[in-house]
């Protein structure tokens, strides 16, 4: 069996240069991937704790919104609220009617379809399927020859074609790292363009003031080709929306909230409540605090209008109590990412969880708290997975070696997913007697029909042997990603879009940019 | 808050040396541990296929014993199974009655005590508990200064000081790594003496011939300090017994099993059943054949004797079909962990898994295919975890780094099972009162009241900042681990045992090792 067959095999359709058509690549340049597709878990979710303990950290998160309160830095959003009848208002403080609470999140749909300008790039969010996200928002960029940078244009557009390369990153984030380089004033709209132009998977846009959000969402309508009344019924922006824990929600987020729940787009509200930190020191308690805001965010949503697209978010992790510095990928993050998902079910919302690690390097480290955090994200019941390939250093740096073991690490949890096949002819019954007791099975016919796609053919993994793999130069892991992220560059297409759009597109935000694009504070 | 008060309120009693309790060790010195304990799993274990499935899978491996059978390679063995009037033998051949093994497996008993000679680090086996175990049976070792090596006794014994210093480690392997310097003889005489002197945690044996195997019974007897007769009661020693899968028990591994069964011993019978090669290429199908040696093992396990302590063992993984060689941590391992998690579980039988990986150095690959098989053996419902530290290249190398790496792992998983705390005070509602909207928890009174014990503390991960982390040379996990396991080995204390017990011990040993210990085929 040749390495050509097995990985011919693997290598899935419309990525490929046009090039390629024509000369085969070189042995070694096609990186193994599965078919694109979200994801669906084929079990249940665990619990990690009873209903009845979901019960008690729903009733105190209530009480926290009811007799705490929290903190609306939006006038607009405050009279909305004062309107709806179910809050208490003194100043900036908003005190939820417990009822209002329940009523208002009632309204949001349990799943829905996240639009791409690529029909089949579209993705479903909810239920049992979990979609991989690119990384986002680090400062700061890292790979083996470069060292660790400012974010900038150049990689950051890179990223964007790394997210558009692999099959298994259903959609793009925020910014993979940010283009520093692109002046604030504009650089939505710049960077907004590139995504736009350089992928064909859903899109996302940061809540950083009225304008920003209105221009992204001119860019969605464009190049999804609606209408702003079509708009409203096809949710193909989404933002997510950090709480100011504890308990604010600032003017930018609560206009983010308002502009795109109003014209059916999807908010993400994610508390970021770092036990020990923003949020209580316990589990339980920063979760409970976790749940009263994102509750207190998603209600605003709903009554921003009913049935807008939400998702719960969850960000519990803890500190390192010698140093204060947050952690990632912890047993404590495990536990507040499956006890999120409780209550995300509870209330019937789709759950946003995210593949995390504090690593400095690309070493052992990185790869375990990555995976306890898929861990905790798989049986948590994850819906929508935030930063599923390249988040480093606790979110300050993306890694371009990252991605690549995170893409790896995603398809090995997308092959753990499949269905196990327990038909009449994989119990293989006719194979065991052929075979037969002492026998091997690497010739038999049951192994030779199969072989080729019977296992997982991993990106990154080396199972050489020791002696084979040390003639080799000792690769390790992140070596040899380095060598696959600028493979996978150089295999990255990008996605064809109409001339019309492209000139619909270029021409908005050519005026923006020419009207100077938005005010910033410098 | 000092390095040194969190660090001793995590540093567990009895682990100390002498020295320590006159003199502190320097900082740094002391290595954050869990107290020892067996692990619980707090909630219930994933199921992969349905329970219809399951039935599948169980009639087609009776169908596999009656039908094609099995190869007994002990005439024993065969005169006591046509005894039973439960079999078809031909020749070597044992077609069994599937009545037959369901009746004689349901005499194993669900869960055991597995005795140490300290009856403190005595534990228990089944339901919902898992043990982890020390890597076993490598050939060849590994560590950043040495290199990769053949196996010695000091380096075999430097592993049984790791698998006495940390507390995560519940019981001792065959041998962590083979002690090749020892002639096969008297090897188990001597290497079983350093292991019964070196720990005092429970013990295992090979079964490589019955007074190989008889040896290894008399001195668990006389470190256990029981008669003939209360051994019979009191399982303090385990064997492992692989069979030749497919379809296969050789002459040494069903001696062991008889001499073993017959004292009360308990005996694993893990099928080795690599997907591809000596069972069939699809999942089902290898755990199929998987099931049927397990059963076939356990049943005359239950001929023997009946009640005698037996643990369900699976092992079942793939090859890479491009080369052959085994592949660990993959996909399919977990798929195949949960699904023999399944079976054991149906046959209420503790159920022993693996922490594996391929990697040929303590790299991402190392870290990301160990956590897989965490993940799959902790929601699989392992209940016996081999090689649950230090194993490498898929059995071929036992490292001393990744052994503290696996360590800190296990305390991760560990931590991840503690039962969550949703009490009035953990849900902290008072706290949240306390700081209000915009404040910190750092100064809370309820943070100031948990801070030192909150948080699960990591023997490896590095949550430095990049500054002080490049501050201080960078170092990676793989650096980190091989100062720690050299701390460990310098924190390491012998277990006492009774001079009237070593007195008994030695003269037992010596006069084997005087006689010659046993036949060797050269």
Known sequence: MSDTTVETSIETGGRRSRRDSVRRPP???????????VARRPFQPTKIVSDDQVEAIH???????????????????????????GVKITG???????????????????NFTFHARNPDKSIPIGGDRMAFVA???????????????????????????????????????????????????????EALRDKATLIDKPIK??????????????????????????????????????????LKLDNNMLMGMMELSSRGQIVCVTPFTLAGAMAPVTVAGAV??????????????????????????????????????????????????????????????????????????????????????????????????????????GGLVASFEKFVIDCDLIQMVKSFLQPLDTSPDALALDAIREVGPGGHFFGAQHTLARYSEAFYQPIISDWRNYQQWS????????????????????????????????AELDTFVDRRVKEGGVKTDF
């Not at 340049?29 to 597709?37: A, N, R, Y």
């Open 471 to 502: 003639a080799a130069g000792s690769p390790d892991a992140y070596k040899k990603a380095n060598q696959v992220y600028k493979q996978a560059l150089e295999n990255y297409v990008q996605p064809p879009m109409p001339a019309a759009v492209r």
């Open 27 to 37: 042995a070694g340049s096609t990186i193994p991937q599965l078919p694109p597709g």
């Open 288 to 393: 409970t605090q976790q749940n009263a805001e994102a509750l207190a965010g998603l209600a605003f949503c709903q009554l921003v209008r009913k049935g807008a697209p939400v998702v719960y978010g969850g960000f519990t992790s803890n500190v390192d109590m010698k140093s204060g510095a947050p952690a990632f990928g912890t047993p404590e993050y495990m536990q507040s990412t499956l006890l999120g998902g409780q209550l995300a079910r509870r209330y019937g919302i789709p759950y946003r969880t995210s593949n995390t690690c504090a690593a400095n390097t690309v070493d052992a480290q990185a790869a375990y708290e990555s995976v306890f955090s898929l861990w905790g994200v798989t049986m948590g019941g994850g819906n929508y997975i935030m930063h599923g390939a390249g988040w480093m250093e």
């Open 59 to 85: 009733k105190a998160s209530l009480q926290v919104l009811s007799e705490i309160g929290m903190d609306f830095l939006l006038p607009e959003a405050i009279d909305l609220l004062k309107k709806s009848g």
């Open 205 to 246: 846009c940061y809540s950083l003031g009225r304008q920003n959000v209105l221009d992204a969402i001119e860019i969605a309508r464009i190049v999804n080709q609606v209408s702003e009344e079509e708009m409203v019924n096809r949710p193909c922006l989404m933002t997510i929306v950090n709480t100011n824990s504890p």
């Open 135 to 189: 990384v986002g928002s680090p400062p700061n960029c890292h790979d083996m020859e470069g060292g660790r940078r400012s974010g900038n244009r150049a990689d950051y557009q890179k990223f964007l074609k790394l997210t558009q390369y692999f099959n298994c990153i259903d959609a793009s984030s925020g910014y993979s790292v940010e283009p520093i380089d692109l002046h604030p004033s504009i650089r939505h709209l």
């Open 92 to 110: 900036d403080r908003v005190r939820f009617d417990p009822a209002f609470v329940e009523e208002m999140v009632s309204h949001a749909p349990s």
